[in-house]
Each structure stands twice: as structure tokens, then as C-alpha cells.
């Protein structure tokens, strides 16, 4: 936007010095107010804020062990205080990688709650040509009052009269494992995605690797692949991947100085951006080499 101060001059009529600036591209005010990352609005985040795995998946065992765990209610909420705990102190934990508190040697609560899912348990190594036998890379479930047990690789047969096998020999190479008549869920990420469970009606993303869930109120919603999707939600999470010589088109929720809340229009750069809001929303992509980009009042 120019304003023309008219010269007195008329030779200098073509004299584009004379003109006055109103506003610049490149202003420190326009990079003030027309900020291309989701900093400064509701929910901004470094990083999704995504659920470790539970076990080692390259360790069938530690895949019935927690099985069995879980069969105890409290044991999730044992394991998330854990986590909240050591959150501060923990190092960076790698992609794919279980969290500390999941350790078999150096964890007092997983050693504490492997000893209480033991006492529960119904299964005994069989002798002889007895009992049910688990092939290698598999897992098989049975079912005593109601809850789920698992038993890996080996021979085993049930000590209980209420104990009985409800899925047998099921490979673990399946992304999603739910046994019949079960109340087990068992979901693998892949490398280079993220999942998306509910939790009684709550969001959670889950890292890559291996996760256990055995309460019933969990709900498998689908994984999603980051290389195949620019923009994706669950919820109140949203993740928005910007390709080279793009400009994606957000709505976000921004509070001002006095505290009130209004939802504003904002084109995000080059890059990964990650939210939590439920009132973002993505708009499409735009081209930085548009003439004329229109995006809400901008």
C-alpha cells in the first residue's frame, strides 16, 4: 500500500523516491504481526506430545508379561505416576524405545508388578506332550473371569477349570492384535508414523514401537503415515507439514492482552507445526509465489 505525495516538481513526477511507504513485507512490524509458526497462540507445541511404548517388541515375552499386568486396573495409573516422576530427570528417550519405568531390571514398579500379575495368573509350563503349544513369533490368549492372560513361545496348559483358550497362536507381526471376545488390544507403529487411540473418550498419540492395552475403554482410531499426510488431527492434536514454496492457511486460537479469545487466520512456513486446540483449523495450501494471496483479513 503506497500513499503518493504529489511533487511540486513536474520533471519529478516519475521520481518513485517521492513516494511514501506505508508498510513493508519485511517490516519489524509485519514479522510481529504476521507470524508464520503457530508461536504465541493457544496450545502451541515443540513436539507431539506422544505415549512411549510398553514393551520391547523385539521380546515377545515382555508382550504377555504386560498383558497379564494390565489385567489389574491400577497397575496403568501406577505405571503413568511413575512416568511423571521421572519426566524431569529422564533423558531423551529414543524413537521406538520403551520408558524407563518399563525396565525389568532397573524398575522397582515393573518388578513389583510382575510379581502381583504372577499370583493372578492360571498358565503353568506343561510337561511332556501335554497342554497347548505356542509356536515361535506368536501369541495365545485365554480367558479366566472375565479377564485376559497371554502366554508366548512354549508349552502350557491351564491350572483353573474357569481358565479356557479364546485366540491361539496369533502372530505378532500384525499391526493390531484384538483377540475375540476379549478385552485386549494390541497396536504396532511402524517407523515414520504416529497412532491414534481413545482412551474413554480422550485423545493420545502413540510413538513408535509396541503398545498394550487390556481395560476395554481403549479405541483403536488408525495410524497415520507422515510422509503421506500434510495435515492430520485427533481431536484437539493437530500436526501440519509445510512443503518448499508453500504457505499453509490456519486458523488458531490467539488471547490477547485483556484475555479474551479469538480465532484468527495465520500462514505457517516452510516446516513441521504441531498444536493443541480445538479450535484450530487447516485451511489448504497456498503458493509463496502467488501473486495474490487472500487468506481470512490477510
Known amino acids: 500500500m503506497v500513499k503518493l505525495q504529489l511533487p511540486t516538481n513536474t520533471d519529478d513526477l516519475f521520481n518513485f523516491d517521492n513516494l511514501k511507504l506505508v508498510d513493508k513485507p519485511d517490516s519489524p512490524k509485519n514479522s510481529q504481526t504476521l507470524k508464520q509458526t503457530l508461536e504465541g497462540c493457544e496450545g502451541y507445541l515443540l513436539h507431539l506430545p506422544l505415549r512411549a511404548p510398553n514393551v520391547d517388541q523385539k521380546n515377545p515375552k515382555t508382550v504377555a508379561d504386560m498383558v497379564n499386568i494390565l489385567t489389574d486396573p491400577e497397575a496403568v495409573k501406577a505405571f503413568c505416576d511413575e512416568e511423571e516422576k521421572l519426566a524431569d530427570t529422564a533423558a531423551r528417550r529414543d524413537e521406538g524405545m520403551s520408558s524407563a519405568v518399563y525396565d525389568y531390571k532397573d524398575s522397582a514398579i515393573m518388578r513389583a508388578q510382575l510379581r502381583q500379575a504372577r499370583k493372578r495368573t492360571s498358565h503353568i509350563h506343561a510337561p511332556g506332550v501335554m497342554g497347548h503349544v505356542v509356536q515361535p513369533g506368536c501369541i495365545s490368549f485365554y480367558k479366566k473371569d472375565g479377564k485376559t492372560y497371554a502366554v508366548t513361545e512354549g508349552r502350557w496348559m491351564l491350572t483353573s477349570i474357569k481358565a479356557g483358550w479364546i485366540g491361539k497362536n496369533i502372530s505378532l507381526d500384525h499391526d493390531k492384535i484384538v483377540p475375540q ?46 510422509a503421506d499426510n500434510f495435515n492430520w488431527s485427533h481431536g ?21 492482552e485483556d484475555g479474551i479469545v479469538s480465532v484468527q487466520p495465520r500462514l505457517l512456513k516452510e516446516g513441521e507445526h ?17 501473486e495474490y494471496i487472500h487468506h481470512g483479513s490477510m
Request: hydrophobic letters at 35%; one cysteine or more.
Open 236 to 256: 484437539r492434536y493437530h500436526y501440519v507439514r509445510v512443503p518448499r514454496g508453500s504457505f499453509a492457511r490456519v486458523w488458531v486460537e490467539v488471547k490477547n
Open 274 to 290: 504441531f498444536v493443541d486446540s480445538h479450535l484450530c483449523k487447516y485451511d489448504g495450501m497456498v503458493n509463496v509465489s502467488d
Open 181 to 226: 471376545d476379549s478385552k485386549v488390544m494390541i497396536i504396532r507403529v511402524p517407523p515414520g508414523c504416529v497412532g491414534r487411540i481413545r482412551d474413554q473418550g480422550v485423545e493420545y498419540l502413540l510413538d513408535v514401537g509396541t503398545h498394550i492395552f487390556n481395560s476395554g475403554t481403549v479405541t483403536d482410531c488408525g495410524t497415520v503415515r507422515y
